[in-house]
């Protein structure tokens, strides 16, 4: 989405995650987005994880600021484009934009989707296992979605570590690792022990 907006109106946190997000440092850059004759200051987040601790962290510098916020938690893909659709009318997007990026977006899924059905001949069954940098599977319910949309068995998406051996035993079709993980192959892999 970050290719469709003025990147001189965005302000980036620089976590991956509502939950690592420093109260005094959303404080600081919400008030420096008042103070730089924004009329209104709009902090979006999204997360499935957004729990009452999570929730009050992110809120708290928005009330305090008079800052607008919007929390999306889509757990499925449908929502996904409505949370789309719903940012692009908050951020001013006309509907022809908002059409073209939820467009971009089911034709990059469906790619994936097309890819994985050509690569196990349209047999995409067993399991996947998706590890998040802190070596632990996924858990999220976005997640198993994906997961179980490619076709795959979701069953080994608990957020538990699972160590080699017990990898080995489940024989998992596919591994999968977010693109921002700074874990070595190696690491990931298991093989630098």
Partial sequence: MLSYI???SYLDLGVNSVQTVEKEKLMQILE???????????YLASGTRLTTDYY???VEPCKKTGSYYAFFGPTEISEVYSSIECIGH??????????ELIENIQLRLYKVYHSVQEKTDGKSSGYAYWESSSGKAI?????????????????????????????LQDKPSYLIFYTNDTRTDAEKMRTNI
Avoid: C, P, R, Y
């Fill in 6 to 8: 003025d990147k001189s």
């Fill in 32 to 42: 420096d987005a008042g103070e730089n004759g924004t009329k209104e200051v709009l």
């Fill in 90 to 99: 908050l951020t001013g997007f006309d509907d022809k934009t908002i059409q």
């Fill in 139 to 167: 858990k999220s319910a976005m997640g198993k979605i994906i997961v179980e949309f490619l076709g795959f068995d979701s069953k080994l998406l608990d957020g538990a570590e699972h160590d080699m051996e017990s990898l």
């Fill in 56 to 58: 009050d962290n992110n």
